[in-house]
T-cell receptor, first 115, second 111 residues
């Protein structure tokens, strides 16, 4: 049983295109995240969603927009793709914050290549 | 700004040769320190969470410890299947904050 899944696994597209990456979790978690891993393998937080509300946005360009149809899904939409957007994007989820630091569980990643 | 520094960047060991990976952190109010393992082409796999200085956790050949400034991941008698990149991350502040990751230690265990 896959806990956090992402589609597609690979995405190759042209500069200027608009694309979406989907994420689903079956853990019953209330918070979901998007991370970007660059070519140097450095993981950096992009967004988190809690109860359909955006919690943080770490200076990510507004071409990136997370959309959550329900608490089990957090999709990432990217407009006007640029070469620098090429990276691996990871979705993660955690239990609702209860005052403690909750473990985040990661998906397998989506490898985006912009040509 | 929260910072996480891992050392060494890469480590090559013989099978059975024990060692330790270091994670130094600077955060304003640590809520949790996490260790993950990442295999090539896969997402980070959760290993441990540590909450307070003095805490230790073990899982098979791995043991994680935490002080007020750093964490260590001790690997005892490693096997080739322990080869991976080990990531350290911290969570500070409140609410559903994202993790701040270090750049990882790439560990290779030679048979």
């Amino acid at each position: 049983d896959t806990a956090v899944s992402q589609t597609p696994k690979y995405l190759v597209t042209q500069m200027g295109n608009d694309k979406s990456i989907k994420c689903e979790q079956n853990l019953g978690h209330d918070t979901m995240y998007w991370y970007k891993q660059d070519s140097k393998k450095f993981l950096k937080i992009m967004f988190s969603y809690n109860n359909k509300e955006l919690i943080i946005n770490e200076t990510v360009p507004n071409r990136f927009s997370p959309k959550s149809p329900d608490k089990a899904h957090l999709n990432l939409h990217i407009n006007s793709l640029e070469l620098g957007d090429s990276a691996v994007y990871f979705c993660a989820s955690s239990q609702d914050w209860t005052g403690y630091s909750e473990t985040q569980y990661f998906g397998p990643g989506t490898r985006l290549l912009v040509l | 700004e929260d910072q996480v520094t891992q050392s060494p960047e890469a480590l090559r060991l013989q099978e059975g040769e024990s060692s330790s990976l270091n994670c130094s952190y600077t955060v304003s109010g640590l809520r949790g320190l996490f260790w993950y393992r990442q295999d090539p082409g896969k997402g980070p796999e959760f290993l441990f969470t540590l909450y307070s200085a003095g805490e230790e956790k073990e899982k098979e050949r791995l043991k994680a410890t935490l002080t007020k400034k750093e964490s260590f991941l001790h690997i005892t008698a490693p096997k080739p299947e322990d080869s991976a990149t080990y990531l350290c991350a911290v969570q500070a502040g409140g609410g559903a904050d994202g993790l701040t990751f270090g750049k990882g230690t790439h560990l290779i265990i030679q048979p």
